[in-house]
């Protein structure tokens, strides 16, 4: 029997089987089944519509999490269509619209959504006391206020576990307190972790939650006190499907004082990641080490340097940092950016050579990154500075060219300044002999940009090198922030936001 002589109630739901991802190619088999399929066509379309990005800001509720878990209990395919979501809702507690009349006020919509959650196989399978759970979302419904949301919250968790289509993911700030094997809520588990852990395994391997997620959008603004560790991401990182990470205020440091460690649990696991790109973070060699150590694949890392809170990485070893990366990934890197937005203190040791990343075709530096002694001298600046006995002082005009610290296959190479001062030393000794390396074995090199901000006083300098000045808000009114001038920033902005769109 063919499929069109089968009964139109068992060809309807068939149709309806297979939303969300089989029925635009099920309906193109012919025009019969095509006009059979126009209410399933219709149904697709409203749901991809609705829910392919969703937030958690729909409402005039706050953080309204609660809401979209609504939504799937009324309709589980609701979860299918989810590809994109954001959960960071900036409103302020006075925006929120105490007198909306929404599900919650309704006892029967409510049991129906505690009924969804407390038989959800994931929490079972972590071993949970769903009652218990359903107990703890309660209790964070009516506790919300602006300033308590620093944890992560089981609304949230319970959410995430019923996902199969999600492909990127912004955080709520509450992610930045997670601590992969603690105790939380005073509930029987062996942390969140766990929780995550069996969401992936439920349901076979195309329909497993989190099995298809990209991409970790930022949580946290920039600044001196904004700070979340990195390890708080660490679950979504071991999922295996993830490839690209866009963080903000991230910190890998372990000083036994403000920073905090980073620890990779799972040492047989090495994810698929292509790009990593952490602005405005505060990470140290050590903390780069143990998470580079397992991205076999990395492509493109950009990094931009903040001192946090209570003077942590006060003093930063730019050189140490960039060794580090590279012995972990350096033959794969294509694009490389490592720049500064705020370091109270000095370059313990500076960058001295990027001949480690023999395939790097594009590079964005800070011309702060080279103010250093080379970690090769035995010399340091900073708190602890030392000079062997005997050695003269490191000086800027030591910084060797530019031209002789990269490898031939660079194409691009951009130089932010705030030339005269205080770089003017080291961006004279960065480009002294660039002319010259060009001609001799930098064939490739297509574009040296030389970037000062809001001046163009450097321009001598850069052409006299073959060199091309660009200047940053140059006669502008009301110029934005230095930390705004590398372009790898502002394509951050633009990628991060693209994506986030989408939610």
Not at 242 to 271: H, K, M, N, Q, R
Not at 423 to 435: F, I, P, Q, V
Request: charged share 25%; proline share 5%.
């Amino acid at each position: 029997m063919g499929f069109l002589n089968l009964p139109p109630e068992i060809i309807d739901v068939v149709l309806d089987l297979s939303l969300p991802s089989g029925i635009q190619g099920l309906s193109l088999v012919c025009k019969a089944l095509h006009g059979r399929a126009r209410s399933q066509i219709g149904r697709h379309n409203a749901l991809k519509r609705q829910w392919a990005s969703a937030n958690n800001y729909r409402t005039g509720k706050l953080d309204d999490t609660l809401g979209i878990l609504n939504a799937i209990a009324l309709n589980p395919l609701v979860a299918e269509y989810i590809e994109h979501l954001d959960l960071w809702d900036e409103r302020s507690l006075d925006e929120e619209d105490v007198d909306l009349l929404d599900f919650r006020g309704d006892v029967d919509a409510m049991a129906r959504v505690k009924e969804f959650v407390t038989s959800l196989p994931f929490l079972t399978e972590a071993g949970i006391d769903t009652e218990a759970w359903w107990n703890r979302m309660m209790d964070e419904e009516r506790s919300r206020t602006d300033e308590d949301n620093t944890e992560v919250s089981c609304t949230t968790i319970t959410l995430l576990g019923v996902l199969p289509n999600l492909k990127s993911i912004r955080l709520d700030p509450g992610w930045q307190n997670f601590s992969p094997g603690a105790e939380q809520y005073g509930l029987p588990l062996d942390g969140l972790m766990s929780i995550i852990d069996k969401a992936s395994l439920v349901g076979n391997s195309c329909q497993r939650p989190l099995s298809q997620v990209k991409s970790i959008l930022p949580f946290m603004h920039t600044g001196y006190e904004e700070k979340a560790a990195l390890q708080s991401i660490q679950p979504f990182l071991e999922l295996g499907s993830v490839s690209e990470v866009y963080l903000v205020s991230a910190v890998a440091v372990d000083d036994g004082y403000t920073g905090y460690p980073f620890e990779w649990s799972t040492p047989t696991l090495a994810p698929q990641l292509t790009r990593l790109e952490f602005l405005s973070c505060c990470i140290d060699a050590g903390g780069i080490s143990e998470l580079l150590s397992h991205t076999p694949v990395l492509k493109a890392f950009k990094y931009s340097h903040e001192t946090k809170w209570h003077g942590c990485e006060h003093d930063w070893n730019a050189g140490t940092f960039v060794e580090a990366v590279a012995r972990h990934c350096g033959n794969t890197i294509t694009e490389l950016a490592i720049t500064i937005d705020e370091i109270y203190g000095e370059i313990i040791n500076g960058v001295s050579s990027l001949h480690s990343f023999p395939n790097l075709e594009y590079l964005e530096v800070d011309v702060h990154i080279f103010r250093g002694p080379p970690v090769e001298s035995g010399q340091e600046q900073g708190h602890n500075a030392i000079v062997p006995e005997g050695d003269s002082p490191w000086e800027e005009n030591d910084i060797p060219c530019i031209g002789s610290m990269i490898p031939g296959n660079v194409v691009e190479i951009h130089i932010n300044t705030d030339f005269p001062m205080p770089d003017e030393k080291a961006l004279n000794s960065l480009l002294k002999n660039l002319r010259s390396q060009r001609q001799e074995r930098l064939f490739k090199l297509e574009r040296c940009i030389i970037r000062q901000y809001t001046a163009e006083s450097a321009r001598i300098c850069a052409e006299r090198a073959g060199a091309t000045l660009e200047t940053f808000d140059l006669a502008v009114e009301n110029p934005r922030a230095r930390n705004m001038m590398p372009v790898w920033k502002r394509e951050f902005d633009e990628r991060v936001s693209g994506l986030r769109s989408r939610a």
